[in-house]
C-alpha cells in the first residue's frame, strides 16, 4: 500500500528574472491550491534582462497558461520568429536559414529530404533544399500569418516563436502570478538555513531581518546559482573548450523597416552577433570569446553593424558556457541561468525554463524529495542540455572560415562523439540522428548541415529504383504552392497592427 503522502505547504522561489517569473506562473496555475508560493528578487541586484529570441514552445507555455495571444504581443512589444537568418558562418558571404518547420509534406518512401537528395542525382538544376520551406519564403518576403489548421500541408508546414522584450515578458508573468496567489518579497538573501540532520534548506534569511520558510526552494538566482552551487556546491561541467565564447555585449537600437520575421545571426572574427527586431526596437548583441579579441574592438564591432542609433551604451555580460553537474540536490531544484548556461545561438535558454518547470511539476515532490525524483529530474535535464550543446557546437565545428584564429581553433577543436556521429552519418548517409524527439527536429538539422556546406555521399537506397518524375512534380507543386500562398499574406508589421488591434 502506498504511504499516506506529507504534501508540500510552501514553495519558495528564489530570483524573479525570466526563470523566476517563468517557473511561478505555471506553479501558480497548477499549485495555487494547494500550497502557498512565495518569490523573493532583489531589485538591487537585479536580472540579465536579455532573451529577447525564443523557440516555437514558448506558444505551448503561454497557451497552456491560457494566455490571450494578442494581449501577450501588444504588452511584450513581441514580433514574429519565423527561424534565424546565418550569415558568414560558413564563409565569408555565405548565407543560408534556419526556419521553424519542414520542407513540404512527407513523400513516399520517406522524408521530403532523402527524395530531394535522389533527385540532386539525376536532375542539374535542382534546387536548394531550403525553396520547400514556406518559413524561409515568407522570412524572404517579410510575410507573416499563423499556419492554417493542422494538415501538414505543403504550404502549412511551418512553426514559428516570438522575439519579445524579455523585461516585459517577466512583468506580464509577475501580474499573471501575483494575479493567481504568488506572494512577491523584495530583499537579499544573505543567509541560508538548514535542518542539522538532512541537509534541506529550511529558511532563507533577508538582509534586514526577515525570515522565509518553505519546504521546496527554487534556485532562479541566476549565474551564481545561490543555493544550488553556494549552499550544495553542486559543480558546474565547464564545456568552453567546445564553446569558446564567454562574454556578450548587448546594445538596443532605434527599429528599422522593414520588420523583419526572423532573427539574424552574423558570424563576426571572434564570434557573432545578433539582430534581434521588436515592436518599438531593435535588440543587438555581440556574443566573443575574449581570448581572441579585446572588449573595445568586439564593441566596436557590435556598435558598426547596428541599422539604428544606439539607444544605450554597450551592457556587457561574462559567463562561462556549461552545465550545472546536478540542478536537483535534497528539496532544492535550480531553473534558468543557475542551472547552467548555452550561448544563444539557438535560443534556447527560455525553452529551456520551460522544458525545467514542465518537468519539475511532473515530479513534484512531497516534503521527503525522493532522491529517485531528483535523478530523474537530473538525468533529463542533462541528456536536454547535452542535446542542445551538440547542435550549437555543430554551427562551429562546420565552418570553412580560416580568416580568424577565433575560427582556425573551432575548425580544430575536439567535440563529443555524439556529435562525431551525428556529422559522420549525415555525411556518410543522408541521415540525422534524433536523440530527443522535444529537441531540434531533422529540418533543423538539414538547415544547418546543408547550409554549412555538408553533403551527404548518399541517400535511402529505397529510392534508388524510384521513377524521378513524380518527385520532381512533387517538389514543383510544393514551390507553387508555397509561392503563392505566401504571395497572398499580410506583411508581418501589418499583421502585427491587426493582431493587437483586434477587440
Ligand atoms: P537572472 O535574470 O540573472 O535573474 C536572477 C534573479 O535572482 C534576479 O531577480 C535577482 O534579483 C535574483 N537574485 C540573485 N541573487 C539574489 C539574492 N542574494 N537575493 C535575492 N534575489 C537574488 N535566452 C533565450 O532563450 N533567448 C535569447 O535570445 C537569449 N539571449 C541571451 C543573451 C545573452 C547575452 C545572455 C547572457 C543570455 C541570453 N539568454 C537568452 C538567456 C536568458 O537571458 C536567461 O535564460 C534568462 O534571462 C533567465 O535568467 P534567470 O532568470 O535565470 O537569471
Redesign the pocket.
Same mark, same amino acid.
Given at each position: 500500500m502506498a504511504e499516506s503522502s506529507n504534501p508540500i505547504r510552501k514553495v519558495v522561489i528564489?530570483?524573479?528574472? $525570466?526563470? =523566476?517569473w517563468m517557473t511561478a506562473a505555471p506553479l501558480a496555475l497548477g499549485l495555487a491550491r494547494a500550497c502557498d508560493i512565495t518569490l523573493?528578487?532583489?531589485?538591487?541586484?537585479?536580472?540579465?534582462?536579455?532573451?529577447?529570441?525564443? !523557440?516555437p514552445t514558448l506558444r505551448h507555455y503561454n497557451m497552456a497558461l491560457g494566455i490571450d495571444d494578442a494581449d501577450f504581443v501588444k504588452k511584450t512589444q513581441a514580433t514574429f520568429k519565423l527561424g534565424i537568418e546565418f550569415k558568414d558562418w560558413g564563409h565569408t558571404g555565405n548565407r543560408f536559414f534556419h526556419g521553424f518547420g519542414d520542407y513540404g509534406p512527407e513523400v513516399e518512401n520517406g522524408a521530403p529530404h532523402m527524395a530531394w537528395l535522389r533527385l540532386l542525382r539525376d536532375v542539374k538544376d535542382m534546387p536548394p533544399l531550403a525553396t520547400f520551406s514556406t518559413a524561409a519564403a515568407m522570412a524572404g518576403a517579410n510575410k507573416f500569418t499563423p499556419p492554417f489548421g493542422d494538415a501538414p500541408g505543403a504550404c502549412n508546414a511551418y512553426s514559428y516563436a516570438y522575439h519579445f522584450d524579455?523585461s516585459l515578458y517577466a512583468a506580464y508573468l509577475r501580474d499573471y502570478a501575483m494575479r493567481r496567489g504568488v506572494t512577491r518579497i523584495e530583499?537579499?538573501?544573505?543567509d541560508v538555513e538548514q535542518h542539522s540532520e538532512t541537509g534541506f534548506i529550511t529558511a532563507v534569511k !533577508?538582509d534586514d531581518g526577515r525570515r522565509i520558510e518553505g519546504d521546496l526552494f527554487v534556485d532562479?538566482? =541566476?549565474?551564481?546559482g /545561490?543555493l544550488i552551487e553556494g549552499v550544495y556546491q553542486a559543480g558546474y561541467d565547464d564545456w568552453s573548450a567546445m564553446l569558446p565564447c564567454n562574454s556578450?555585449l548587448?546594445v538596443p537600437c532605434e527599429k528599422t523597416t522593414p520588420l523583419t520575421p526572423y532573427?539574424t545571426s552574423t558570424a563576426k572574427s571572434a564570434g557573432w552577433t545578433?539582430r534581434?527586431p521588436l515592436q518599438h526596437r531593435t535588440g543587438n =548583441?555581440h556574443?566573443y570569446c575574449n581570448s581572441f579579441t579585446s572588449d573595445q574592438d568586439a564593441a566596436r564591432v557590435l556598435l558598426d553593424g547596428l541599422d539604428g542609433r544606439a539607444l544605450d551604451d554597450p551592457r556587457q /555580460?561574462r +559567463?562561462t558556457t556549461g552545465r550545472r553537474r546536478k540542478s536537483w540536490i535534497k528539496n532544492c531544484v535550480a531553473?534558468? /541561468?543557475?542551472s547552467g +548556461?548555452l550561448?544563444?545561438l539557438e535560443? $534556447?535558454?527560455?525553452?529551456?525554463?520551460e522544458n525545467s518547470v514542465s518537468w519539475l511539476l511532473e515530479h513534484f515532490p512531497d516534503r521527503d524529495c525522493s532522491p529517485h525524483l531528483a535523478d530523474e529530474y537530473n538525468r533529463l535535464l542533462s541528456e536536454r542540455f547535452e542535446y542542445v550543446r551538440d547542435f550549437i557546437i555543430l554551427h562551429y565545428k562546420l565552418t570553412n572560415r580560416t580568416d580568424s584564429e577565433f575560427w582556425r581553433y573551432c575548425a580544430d577543436m575536439a567535440i563529443p562523439d555524439t556529435l562525431k556521429h551525428q556529422i559522420e552519418l549525415f555525411r556518410e548517409t543522408g541521415r540525422v540522428a534524433i536523440y530527443d524527439e522535444k529537441g531540434f527536429s531533422v529540418s533543423s538539422h538539414l538547415a544547418i548541415l546543408l547550409g554549412l556546406g555538408v553533403m551527404p555521399k548518399r541517400y535511402n537506397p529505397l529510392l534508388d529504383k524510384m521513377d524521378p518524375r513524380p518527385l520532381l512534380a512533387h517538389f514543383a507543386r510544393v514551390r507553387d504552392v508555397i509561392q503563392n500562398t505566401v504571395a497572398a499574406m499580410p506583411d508581418h508589421a501589418d499583421y502585427i497592427a491587426g493582431h493587437v488591434a483586434a477587440p
Open positions: 528564489v530570483g524573479g528574472g $525570466t526563470a =523566476g523573493v528578487e532583489s531589485p538591487e541586484i537585479g536580472t540579465v534582462g536579455v532573451g529577447e529570441a525564443t !523557440l524579455a530583499g537579499r538573501i544573505v !533577508l532562479c538566482s =541566476g549565474f551564481r /545561490l556578450a548587448a532573427t545578433w534581434i =548583441g556574443v /555580460l +559567463f531553473i534558468g /541561468l543557475s +548556461f550561448e544563444p535560443s $534556447t535558454s527560455i525553452n529551456i525554463i
